[in-house]
């Protein structure tokens, strides 16, 4: 496996590609849906909606944590999961500045 270079990038840069790359996954975006209709804590119930396993969804939930979108409560025996509000409108920013700067493209190619 190749040697990561992301230390050469920007901060910004690096803080958009951790973010799509924990929106790249359909399992994850249901995982935020899902989330974000409950607005509060849920533990065990994501694996219950979802066709994958336990592991799998653990995996998941790994992913939308590191990169800020989600936060994990130790409640009891079990982890409850939220949206973590300011982490999603960090990301919500930052997409949207990026994608802000595409608009101003207007070379026309092939």
């Known amino acids: 496996m190749g040697v990561s270079k992301s230390e050469e990038f920007t901060l910004r840069d690096n803080k958009i590609a951790a973010c799509a790359k924990a929106l790249s996954h359909p399992a994850r975006i249901a995982i935020l849906q899902m989330l974000m209709k409950r607005n509060a804590c849920v533990c065990g119930d994501i694996v219950e909606e979802l066709p994958l396993s336990q592991s799998t969804v653990s995996q998941h939930l790994k992913e939308l944590k590191a990169a800020g979108l989600i936060k994990g409560n130790i409640e009891g025996t079990s982890i409850c999961y939220c949206?973590?509000?300011?982490?999603?409108?960090?990301?919500?920013?930052?997409?949207?500045?990026?994608?802000?700067?595409?608009?101003?493209?207007?070379?026309?190619?092939?």
Do not use: N, Q, V
């Open 83 to 110: 949206i973590d509000t300011e982490g999603m409108e960090k990301a919500s920013k930052d997409l949207r500045a990026f994608f802000d700067t595409m608009s101003d493209f207007t070379m026309k190619c092939c």
